[in-house]
Structures are given as C-alpha cells and as structure tokens.
C-alpha cells in the first residue's frame, strides 16, 4: 500500500455554447493530501490567472462562482505549480519520480489528459511524471459498486455521494471543495470494501484531444 494519496481537483476556463477549438487554462487548483488510512495531512488551494482568455465567461462566473477579481488577483500557473510542489514536497511526496510514494486521484481523466497537459503545453512545462499514472475515483466506484453508466456516461460527484449515502456539501465546481468531496467517497468506498487501495488504474495520453463532458 502507498504511503500517501493526493487528491487533486482543477477548475478551468470554458465558454458555452461549446468550442472545439477552445484553449482551457487552468483558473484554480484544489489538493488535499492523505495518509494510507485516508487521514487528512494537508490542504492546498490556489487560483490561477489565465493569460490567453484573461477575462472569465459568463457562463465560467456562474458555473465556479469564481469571479473575476479572484483570478486577476491570482499568480500565472508556472508561479502557482511551484508553490504546489514546494507545498508536496514539504508534506513528505516524492515528485520525482512516476512511481513515488503518492498515488494521484482525480474525478475522471480530465484533469490530468486535458487541463494539466495543455497547461503544461502553454507554459512550456514538462508534463509531471508523477501525473502519468494516477486513480480514476470513477473507475473505483463503478467496480465496488456494480453501478453501470448513466446514459452513456460514468456518474459525477452527486450521483457517486448518493449511492454511497454521503452528505453532499460545499461548492460544485470549486477546486478545494470538490477535491473534499473526491475524499468524501474515497471513505465511501471503503466503508463498503475495507482496505481498498485506491490502485493507479488510468495513465496520461499524450495524443489526447480536447472532448467535451467526456469522463
């Protein structure tokens, strides 16, 4: 068993109707780290200023209830992600490596194959190896669960915390609040199967393109 998990969440531009050619920048980060027990280390939350589409959407305001001064307040990504890695550094996480002492876990694959992969592109970053295995909190509920997909899709956040009988609280749609919802059912699912470990079970794609609501 890994020694630690961190739990990441990421909001990010978007306009509606939809674009296909739409650049998203990452506009806040939300993680939380755990001990093996799903124990609570530390928190990290931060906005981000986007610099290709610097002024929010209508649609984004509303969605994040983030608002404009927030991300004009806020740092660009390279200052923010530093911070974040000093912060993981700090609370004991090996970076460095893909198989480190952490496991990575997300809501779906979208945060690692589509925000953090064009961020790093637009900032000419190098894509964090340990960002290239990570845990699909979705996969692991569709599994101990037996749920199938909903019209096609696999269940979000408030579909996943009623199943499993969890109290859905905070703010959708905010980095840090859903990254405590992620943990929220992380100790669902462990309610149901004791012990389990949360195991890497999606990897990073390079050749990813953008797609829509695609989890």
């Not at 845990?135 to 599994?143: A, D, E, G, Q, R």
């Not at 794609?205 to 953008?210: A, E, G, K, S, V």
Request: with cysteine; aromatic share 12%.
């Amino acid at each position: 068993m890994v020694r630690y998990f961190m739990v990441i969440d990421l909001e990010a531009t978007c306009v509606y109707p939809r674009q296909h050619d739409w650049e998203p920048e990452i506009i806040e980060i939300g993680a939380i780290i755990l001990d093996s027990k799903l124990n609570e280390i530390s928190e990290f939350q931060e906005f981000v200023q986007p610099v290709v589409n610097s002024t929010l959407s209508s649609f984004c305001l509303d969605l994040t209830k983030i608002t404009q001064a927030n991300v004009d307040r806020a740092d660009t990504f390279p200052d923010v992600y530093e911070r974040m890695l000093t912060w993981m550094r700090s609370n004991g996480l090996n970076t460095t490596s893909r198989s480190g002492n952490f496991t990575l876990v997300t809501d779906g694959i979208f945060d690692c194959n589509q925000y953090i992969q064009h961020q790093c592109k637009l900032c000419k970053l190098e894509y964090p190896e340990w960002a290239k295995s990570f845990s699909n909190i979705k996969s692991h509920f569709m599994y101990v669960l037996r749920a199938r997909k909903v019209n096609g899709r696999t269940h979000n956040m408030s579909e996943m915390t009623e199943k499993l009988g969890i109290e859905m609280d905070g703010q959708l749609h905010r980095a840090l609040d859903d990254a405590k919802i992620i943990v929220k059912i992380m100790k669902g699912i462990r309610g149901r199967r004791p012990g389990f470990a949360f195991n890497t079970n999606a990897t990073y794609r390079p050749d990813w393109t953008l797609r829509f609501f695609d989890d």
